[in-house]
């Protein structure tokens, strides 16, 4: 079991940047996916990205390929999420998740099942 804490968020303009932290508690957060997922208000909620348990790949939602980049750090325990030139459709609460299964290689991280959420952070992107 894995508990997550995320951080970062806040209130920025219209082609800022942010990074969203999330800490992992545990010793076996090398074993899990882990992912980022939105959710603005009145929408569901959507991936945004993933990187898998070594970090050698990444996964991203087209509409923020080229802005954020989603990395980790298996020795601290953290995923990370770079947001760059931020546009106020980013606007959203920020979760991130992981996922300890393993998937047939051709499965999209975005429809992992991801059993553990963090509590979520908020970002706010002004025009």
């Known amino acids: 079991q894995v508990q997550l804490v995320e951080s970062g968020g806040g209130l920025v303009q219209a082609g800022g940047s942010l990074r969203l932290s999330c800490a992992a508690s545990?010793?076996?957060?090398?074993?899990?996916?882990m992912g980022w997922f939105r959710q603005a208000p009145g929408k569901e909620r959507e991936f945004v990205a993933a990187?898998?348990?070594?970090?050698?790949?990444?996964y991203y939602v087209d509409s923020v390929k080229g802005r954020f980049t989603i990395s980790r750090d298996n020795a601290k325990n953290t995923v990370s999420l770079q947001m760059n030139s931020l546009k106020p459709e980013d606007t959203a609460v920020y979760y991130c998740a992981a996922d300890q299964r393993l998937y047939a290689a051709s499965r999209s991280p975005s429809s992992y099942r991801y059993d553990y959420w963090g509590q979520g952070t908020q970002v706010t992107v002004s025009s």
């Open positions: 990187i898998s348990r070594s970090g050698g790949n990444t």
């Open positions: 545990g010793r076996t957060f090398s074993t899990y996916t």
